[in-house]
């Protein structure tokens, strides 16, 4: 079973950074796709960035383009999401995410952003962000 670690929420002003980690263990962080995903109460999980760990591809939502970078800290086995201008309408949980093995997303043209195909996520942290 993979475990997602999920860290570096908190409450921070808009026009604010914060940036969160997801860290995993050396087998499951190798060559495969890992996504952030957030979600606030009575709305659907948004996928709003993707990176291959293999070779540092990166996708995003247009809500977070030119905001938010997801990368790699290879040396920990771990994704980071680094987010900037923070507006009111981030706050949400915010989850890290990976698929199974099985699915082979080595042979994706990129990684996606529909939560279907991920069946790892940590447990979550919670951005807030105030006006």
């Known amino acids: 079973q993979v475990q997602l670690v999920e860290s570096g929420g908190g409450s921070m002003q808009a026009g604010g950074s914060l940036r969160l980690s997801c860290r995993t263990s050396?087998?499951?962080?190798?060559?495969?796709?890992m996504a952030w995903f957030r979600q606030t109460p009575g709305k659907e999980r948004e996928g709003i960035a993707t990176?291959?760990?293999?070779?540092?591809?990166?996708r995003y939502a247009d809500s977070v383009k030119g905001r938010f970078t997801i990368g790699r800290d290879v040396t920990n086995n771990a994704v980071y999401l680094q987010m900037n201008n923070l507006k009111p309408e981030d706050g949400a949980m915010y989850y890290c995410?990976?698929?199974?093995?099985?699915?082979?997303?080595?042979?994706?043209?990129?990684?996606?952003?529909?939560?279907?195909?991920?069946?790892?996520w940590g447990q979550g942290t919670q951005v807030t962000v105030s006006s």
């Open positions: 995410a990976a698929p199974a093995r099985r699915r082979n997303s080595g042979r994706w043209s990129e990684c996606p952003l529909y939560a279907g195909v991920y069946d790892y």
């Open positions: 050396r087998d499951a962080f190798s060559n495969t796709c």
């Open positions: 990176v291959y760990t293999g070779n540092g591809l990166t």
